[in-house]
């Protein structure tokens, strides 16, 4: 009795198993009935003449075989045939001849050993579906937040478990170089990539990935997860320093000032997830020459040279203001090459090292801020790199009207006769 509890309540048993494992019901009772069939194959040498009945409301399994009735004395093969008389001494009296006769199967009368076969059976096929689920919910996932509790530290990796109890692997080289894990610390980061050699999930994690600053902003400003605001370019060294440029769709919302926040309190949060690595937001432009210009604050450049077929920018610069552009260990210039997509060389303006140059944004008195903005567009930032550059160019360059060019230099040229 206790074994044929034990096979017919196979169902129950697993049903239970699927909640945690997040098999839905259908595929687990379409399982359990390929397990049953497999057993029996062995058993039989196939399944042809069985049915096998499912019955998820009880959470029970019915076995039937289906044989030929044949005379008496003319059984030649008892796993498909039956005697008349066997067959009407099992409840069917009146079949005959020909006919098929269906005999209830009780499964545990075949043995412990089928029993234990059919649990073997079914336990492989539901770590296969198992294992199947995960790599089909987390492959769709890459690039997404997700959070997990430290379970196991190692060298080189370490262990979180999701709130499913899923494995989420974060490698050595994917943590920040100052992060510090202990076990049943909540850690967040980004699905970096799901692999599934021979069958086997394994999901990479990742906190160093430029996707993970995307998704910190997303979470922290309502203006980029409602698409107000698109990230259009991220650069980073991870634990160091990120540059990030902003644009917006709605002209009344500054998107620098939006991901900061009031008194920084937006961006604050996302620096300390970055064990303080410092963000530079700025806006995006498609203006390459403003862009890198942007890029490289805080350094004021006085002028660039672009090559936009070899993505190359010759960037000139006050003495002054060279290591800002580069920064601290080149810091800051790369982060703005990564930006801009170019490579950028910073040299010393050698024309102005020693003479007093004036900044186009002192003028702002004199000229409108929308002709100083188109000027400094074409990578002209101080008064003395205007002056330098050709009057053809500067009409060409910037668009604006041949007086307007000329009342520009006159007023620059003034400036430095007094």
Same mark, same amino acid.
Request: glycine share 6%.
């Given at each position: ?49 069985? *049915?096998? /009945? ?15 009735? #044949? ?9 498909? $045939? ?11 009296? *009146? ?35 198992? %294992? ?11 690039? $997404?937040? &997700?959070?997990?509790?430290?379970? $196991? ?83 980073? /060294?991870?634990?160091?320093?990120? %540059?990030?440029? &902003? ?8 998107? #620098?000032?939006?991901? &900061? ?31 890198? $210009? ?12 672009? *090559? ?17 552009? /580069?920064? %601290? ?20 303006? #050698? =024309? ?18 929308? /002709?100083?903005?188109? &000027? ?15 009057? =053809? ?5 910037? *668009? ?19």
């Amino acid at each position: 009795m206790a074994k044929r509890e034990e096979a017919v309540n196979m169902t129950a048993q697993f049903a239970e198993f699927k909640e945690l494992k997040d098999i839905d019901k259908t595929t687990l009772i379409s399982v359990l009935e390929e397990s049953f069939r497999s057993v029996l194959s062995k058993m039989f040498g196939n399944d042809d003449n069985f *049915d096998v /009945i499912v019955n998820p409301d009880k959470g029970d399994c019915e076995i039937y075989q289906n044989l030929e009735v #044949v005379n008496d004395g003319e059984v030649e093969n008892p796993n498909k $045939q039956i005697s008349l008389s066997e067959a009407q001494a099992d409840d069917d009296p *009146d079949c005959e001849v020909g006919e098929e006769h269906t005999r209830k199967i009780d499964f545990a009368k075949f043995g412990r050993r089928a029993i234990l076969n059919l649990r073997q059976t079914l336990a492989s096929k539901i770590l296969e579906l198992q %294992k199947e689920a995960i790599y089909n919910k987390f492959r769709g996932l890459e690039g $997404q937040l &997700v959070a997990g509790e430290v379970y $196991q530290v190692w060298k080189r990796e370490v262990l979180l478990l999701d709130e499913d109890k899923n494995e989420l692997l974060l490698p050595k080289d994917q943590q920040i170089p100052t992060d510090i894990y202990r076990k049943g610390d909540i850690v967040r980061a980004v699905i970096e990539k799901v692999d599934n050699e021979n069958n086997n999930p394994k999901v990479i994690v990742s906190r160093t990935s430029e996707n993970f600053l995307r998704r910190l902003f997303e979470q922290e400003v309502p203006e980029i997860h409602d698409g107000l605001i698109v990230i259009r370019a991220v650069a980073r /060294i991870p634990g160091e320093r990120a %540059k990030i440029a &902003v644009e917006s769709y709605d002209d009344r919302i500054d998107p #620098v000032g939006a991901c &900061v926040g009031v008194k920084g309190a937006r961006i604050h949060g996302i620096v300390r997830e970055l064990r303080n690595e410092n963000i530079d937001v700025i806006n995006y432009t498609t203006n390459a020459q403003l862009l890198i $210009q942007r890029a490289l604050s805080p350094a004021k450049i006085s002028s660039l040279r672009l *090559d936009t077929e070899n993505k190359h920018a010759e960037v000139f610069l006050r003495p002054e203001e060279v290591s800002l552009a /580069i920064g %601290k260990g080149g810091l800051n210039i790369k982060l703005a090459s990564i930006l801009t997509g170019y490579s950028i060389d910073v040299y010393r303006d #050698v =024309e102005t090292e020693g003479e007093e140059d004036i900044y186009l944004d002192e003028f702002k008195d004199e000229f409108d801020e929308w /002709i100083i903005e188109a &000027v400094k567009n074409v990578g002209l930032a101080t008064a003395k790199s205007v002056l330098r550059t050709p009057r =053809e160019d500067l009409i060409e360059k910037t *668009d604006l009207e041949e007086d307007t060019i000329d009342h520009l230099l006159e007023v620059l040229r003034a400036e430095f006769e007094d």
